[in-house]
């Protein structure tokens, strides 16, 4: 955090207005603070003041690309297929919504149809939610992902009205965790 | 500043750049935490069938998102698993260098397991627990074994 703090007034150094307003700049840089407005400087060796402008642009180049390395978040999410899922089929009633009509609410085929006795079909659908969180440093990198993966079945009898349904519960409330250790 | 002491400060600028995307990782993902909180309580040995066993639990849920539609249902024995993957690496990303540093450990923490005889109905319900590691510094071989107990049922 506080060497991107530098950098970035480093990079403003051309503006010395701006950069002379900033405390960190001043106290940290300020040999080369200076250097930024040459036409302000007391010495006036042309040699002299080129140099210190080229060693002012290093700093600011090398610290600049530093920030970045230095300290950070991450987060990522992906989700898989129908998130909402439960919500999209609330209102499905065993004995009563064919399963037709559960294609529609949910917006596409399932993704397994595995034929059980008596006639019955099994539909499933998957769907899931995967959170990634993370502190990078330069020396340390911890990160870590959760993820949930569910099946939302449907047993329809032979004349394709739902009997039963379960909907699985490990993408509901999935937590953002970036702590890898411990439990 | 003087002309000579430019070598050594561009040397020092050259070593912190080259320094800075070094650094260590610890990455770890776990995948269907929320299996541990199922409950087979209602599942009876001898009486419960497949399909009550799936209307109580649900499908197990696939590991990966690569494996969603590739399984079908087994008959024999229903396993709803936790899945963890625990890495360890230094790397140099940053500067889109490769190390081979890197180590992996990936295993199951928690698994649910539901038996069923040539019938279709249950026969037995397990339970197991494993600890994991974080490689290179500790090893597998350090690892207790894994606890595996029978809620219902029989373990043989």
């Known amino acids: 955090m506080v060497l991107a703090y530098i950098s970035l007034p480093a990079m403003l150094c051309p503006f010395a207005s701006v950069v002379d307003r900033l405390p960190c700049f001043n106290i940290l840089l300020r040999q080369e603070r200076s250097a930024c407005r040459p036409g302000h400087e007391a010495g006036g060796v042309a040699v002299r003041r080129s140099g210190r402008s080229r060693g002012a642009f290093v700093w600011a180049l090398a610290l600049a690309l ?63 939610d995967t959170k990634t969180a993370g502190l990078t440093l330069i020396v340390l990198n911890i990160s870590r992902t959760n993820s949930g993966i569910d099946t939302a079945l449907f047993v329809v009898d032979s004349d394709g009205v739902v009997q039963s349904q379960k909907i699985g519960q490990n993408s509901k409330d999935l937590r953002w965790q970036w702590w890898a250790f411990g439990d | 500043m003087t002309e000579s002491a430019w070598p050594r400060r561009v040397a020092f600028l050259g070593v912190l750049l080259l320094s800075a995307p070094l650094g260590c990782a610890f990455e770890r993902v776990v995948i269907n935490e929320g299996v541990r909180s199922l409950d087979p309580g209602n599942i009876v040995v001898g009486r419960t069938d497949h399909l009550g066993v799936l209307r109580e639990l649900g499908l197990p849920p696939p590991e990966f998102p690569e494996e969603v539609g590739t399984r079908g249902v087994a008959r024999d024995y229903l396993r709803y698993g936790v899945f963890e993957s625990r890495c360890f690496r230094i790397g140099f ?35 197991m627990h494993r600890d994991g590691v974080w490689p290179p510094f500790r090893g597998e071989d350090d690892l207790p074994p894994p606890v595996v107990r029978a809620l219902q049922g029989s373990m043989q």
């Open chain 2, 93 to 127: 990303e940053q500067v889109l260098l490769i190390s081979p540093f890197r180590w992996c450990t990936r295993f199951r923490p928690y698994e649910l397991g539901v038996a069923f005889d040539e019938r279709g109905l249950v026969t037995g319900v397990y339970e």
């Open chain 1, 66 to 128: 530093l920030a970045p390395g230095v300290e950070g978040c991450l987060f990522n999410r992906a989700q898989l297929n129908v998130v909402d899922l439960e919500q999209r089929v609330a209102d499905v009633v065993p004995g009563k919504t064919r399963i037709e009509e559960v294609e529609r609410k949910i917006g596409g085929p399932a993704t397994s149809i595995t034929p059980l006795a008596e006639g019955k079909l099994l539909y499933a659908w998957t769907f899931g």
